[in-house]
């Protein structure tokens, strides 16, 4: 996200603000506004954007492989899972992020210790798409 910046890229994307090139379409994901140079936020629009409902969701999700689950309670979890974010139901459903999050949610419940769900787990961490998979146990983990 732009509010992420150094100073010395801040200033760098102003003077690109302040002198566009010609056709230039600048769209900036900013999750905390005032953190910004207050002379960029002076120069953009705000475009508040809402969380998708579920069944927007299951429409952007309709369009990719493999499709949401059919059971209504498995879409319902789903749809909540992904917190409103198309992003997060495509990598929940394209990468194993359903079984993870269920594996770290039963181990985090769960009263005694179980192995076999940390084994789980690890497995699915570490399978072919490691980067994905990791940023998805993370974002469950964290939240």
Not at 82 to 92: E, F, K, P, V
Request: hydrophobic residues 45%.
């Amino acid at each position: 996200p732009a509010d992420d910046m150094n100073t010395n890229a801040a200033n760098a994307l102003l003077k690109n603000l302040e002198e566009p090139p010609a056709r230039t379409l600048f769209i900036l994901i900013v999750h905390a506004p005032g953190s910004l140079l207050p002379t960029i936020r002076s120069r953009c629009q705000v475009v508040r954007l809402t969380p998708l409902d579920a069944d927007d969701l299951m429409t952007v999700l309709e369009t990719t492989e493999p499709a949401p689950p059919e059971d209504p309670a498995a879409r319902a979890a789903l749809a909540e899972r992904a917190g409103g974010s198309a992003r997060n139901a495509i990598l929940l459903t394209q990468y194993g992020g359903l079984e993870i999050a269920s594996t770290l949610d039963a181990l985090v419940t769960g009263r005694k210790s179980d192995v076999g769900g940390a084994f789980r787990l690890a497995e699915a961490v570490a399978g072919r798409d490691q980067a994905i998979q990791f940023d998805i146990f993370n974002r469950r983990a964290l939240d």
